[in-house]
């Protein structure tokens, strides 16, 4: 599309709302860039509207189609309204579940999206201020209720906001409900379709029993509370990074039985401009500097952290040396499923129905253990949505330990079905008790777990690519990818390709073609190494980035190998990202 076209059909977009029933305030700014020379932030306003991705709506805030604002919350509201309506057609009440993480303006969204479903006739369970990601997935199962969303943009820059909605089980939307969602807000042509005016007789505010509720339930996952008891004055430093685990996961860690629990009282300040980070992301190492400094002075054992709507988890470890080393989300998830398939066989509670599950472009690690622990694995799409429809499928027979993704995401427990960093925090406060009771730390378990399944190392790197141009840049590259695989990374020859937008497997040396078991396809590319080793292509459903994912396989000699295995295993991941052109 040529721009002069481009900027004719945003152009007549903007005016439809000059025109419409929008606010003062609205009208002003969509007035403003309009009269701008430049059109660029025209053309990214109104170039398209907000669509449902792996997360939901995930936006800046602003004016316009494409932006985080009352007006694309309120068409996302009336169109699952109007769905929930239509699905649950045969119940007397339908009701909700209404959340919101700390962000600017995420209040008045939720504010919003609770008087839109209540004008809609739908009970509205409000929670009474910000709270974890988790604990609304749970307060719906918990509720019984059809339906809920959260107004958050997880871990993504201050300018930024979103939307997840979620259905009965607590997980967020999947086919055929996320489709049909948004072709009931394909149907909201006029803002005058949107029931804004809301009744207060069908919104309930929700807090400290729900709290309550939430916190036992976490605290049933725990397997070892002995060992905690010996451990319990461990020093553990957290984090909320200014977001809504301030309360919450610190209530969970004296749940469990630890004692001293150090803070970072600046970033306890809950605060949509995140005053202290560049980031608010656990994955981020400048994000979690402050905690680490503390930890120094006080000679922590242990540092966590939560994104800002809690439900990741960042973790730093103190080596034997005394320095502190970040433990990145795949090390997270291994460590996690490792100790519940060890204690669960300790404890005799395996039955032979147990699994885990993992991710695609997560470590194959974990497949190792789980197959060195005689435990079923799964794999499953990126985000959590898809670890609870594993969960969903195996609910009559087989029993759930864990799963996690190697974006800081991991999920203990089947009463809330999105990832949690409260319960995934207190476990790790348990394993480190756990590990100091047979003399060792994360890091040297992590050597161990190395020595018995094989060294991998993983790096993800994100290329960004924002607004239209982006967008149409990102598409191109998966494209030429397809068409042009390469056909060896890091010096090793290409040997598999799995292409989940045909959902195919390809052995490249017997020139055979499987069809994989997967509920959807995804446009992701995996280009799997005779050395083992696994690159993964991935753009990003809820953010203007491409994703690549880096696994490399070594093996380690012994425990004092593992500096070694990292530097060769990065030498070998620096060749191939060459080999990519990234």
């Known amino acids: 599309m040529k721009n002069d076209q481009l900027v004719t059909e945003v152009t007549n977009k903007a005016m439809n709302w000059i025109n419409g029933g929008y606010d003062a305030e609205t009208k002003a700014e969509v007035q403003r860039m309009l009269d701008a020379d430049d059109k660029t932030e025209l053309i990214e306003s109104f170039y398209k509207d907000l669509e449902f991705g792996t997360g939901g709506l995930r936006g800046i805030m602003g004016a316009g189609s494409n932006r985080m604002n009352i007006y694309t919350v ?50 509205v369970y409000l929670f009474e201020n910000f709270r974890p990601t988790p604990e609304l997935s749970f307060a719906i199962r918990h509720l019984g209720c059809q339906s809920g969303v ?98 919450m996961v610190p209530a969970s860690l004296k749940n469990y039985g630890f004692t001293n629990i150090i803070h970072v009282p600046e970033q306890d300040i809950p605060s949509g401009d995140f005053p202290t ?6 994955e ?19 540092i966590f952290a939560s994104d800002p709507d809690a439900d990741r988890i960042g973790c730093v470890a103190r080596d034997n040396d005394g320095s502190y080393v970040m433990i990145n989300g795949n090390q997270i998830v291994m460590i996690l499923l490792n100790y519940l398939m060890i204690r669960n066989r300790e404890m005799g509670l395996l039955k032979g129905n147990e699994y885990v599950v993992k991710t695609i472009v997560t470590t194959e690690t974990i497949k190792r253990i789980a197959d060195a622990q005689g435990i079923k694995m799964y794999d499953s799409y990126t985000g959590f949505k898809w670890i609870a429809d594993v969960i969903r499928n195996n609910e009559e027979t087989g029993r759930y330990l864990g799963g996690g993704e190697e974006s800081y995401g991991f999920l203990a427990e089947t009463f809330a079905r999105d990832k949690d960093s409260v319960s995934a925090i207190s476990l790790m406060a348990e394993i480190a008790a756990w590990a100091r009771d047979r003399g060792m730390n994360y890091m040297d378990m992590l050597k161990e777990i190395y020595l018995q399944n094989g060294y991998s190392h993983e790096e993800g790197i994100s290329v960004v690519r924002p607004g239209k141009t982006g967008a149409d840049e990102i598409k191109a590259m998966m494209v030429e990818f397809r068409a042009n695989p390469p056909k060896s990374l890091g010096g090793s020859e290409v040997v598999m390709i799995k292409d989940y937008d045909t959902l195919e497997c390809k052995d490249l040396v017997s020139g055979n073609v499987e069809k994989m078991d997967f509920p959807a396809t995804s446009n992701v590319l995996q280009f799997y190494t005779k050395n083992g080793d696994k690159v993964s292509v991935r753009p990003s459903g809820t953010e203007p980035k491409i994703k690549f994912y880096i696994e490399v396989r070594d093996n380690m000699a012994s425990a004092d190998d593992y500096a070694n295995a990292g530097n060769r295993a990065q030498e070998k991941i620096n060749a191939i990202k060459k080999d990519l052109g990234i």
């Open 284 to 302: 981020v190492p400048s994000a979690m500097a402050m905690a680490i400094e503390k930890a120094k002075e006080t000679g922590a054992d242990v």
């Open 150 to 247: 959260n107004i958050t943009a997880s871990h993504n820059p201050k300018e930024y906001n979103g939307y997840k909605a979620y259905w009965a089980d607590g997980a967020q939307v999947l086919a055929p409900h996320d489709v049909n969602i948004i072709n009931h807000v394909n149907r909201i042509t006029d803002v005058a379709d949107i029931k804004f005016q809301g009744n207060p007789e069908l919104i309930e505010i929700i807090g400290e029993k729900m709290d309550n509720d939430f916190l036992a339930a976490v605290k049933s996952l725990s397997l070892d509370p002995e060992v905690i008891k010996r451990h319990a004055d461990m020093k553990i430093v957290y984090t909320p990074i200014h977001g809504t685990g301030v309360k």
């Open 277 to 282: 980070v560049v980031s608010p992301n656990p």
């Open 74 to 123: 309120g068409a996302a509201t009336q169109g699952l309204a109007n769905y929930l309506k239509e699905a649950f057609a045969d119940l007397p009440q339908i009701s909700v579940v209404v959340g919101h993480d700390v962000r600017n303006n995420s209040r008045k969204f939720a504010e919003t999206v609770a008087n839109i479903f209540s004008a809609n006739g739908i009970k």
